[in-house]
């Protein structure tokens, strides 16, 4: 189990993208949260089997049709398992 967390830029606030992340992570059984923060990026955090982590980052690439991802910063941690599903913060 690993946990990755994600800071992608670009256009992808206000395009689905949080959404559209919910639902890819859920359909790879992963488990954290997305949000947006106050800088326009979005925030993925993210705990999963690396092969999940991998299809997911890969997917955060492409986003939703109306998104631009410029770039994704990307720190891995240590897995808490502190999450039961995938979820949006507001």
Excluded at 68 to 88: L, Y
Aim: proline fraction near 3%.
């Amino acid at each position: 189990m690993q946990r990755w967390t994600f800071y992608i830029s670009g256009k992808v606030q206000g395009v689905f993208y949080r959404q559209s992340t919910l639902e890819k992570a859920r359909q790879l059984e992963v488990t954290g949260f997305t949000r947006n923060l106050p800088d326009g990026r979005v925030q993925v955090i993210a705990e999963g089997e690396k092969h999940q982590l991998q299809q997911l980052l890969d997917w955060c690439w492409q986003g939703p049709e109306r998104a631009r991802v410029d770039d994704i910063e990307i720190v891995p941690e240590h897995a808490t398992q502190e999450f039961t599903g995938f979820t949006i913060h507001h």
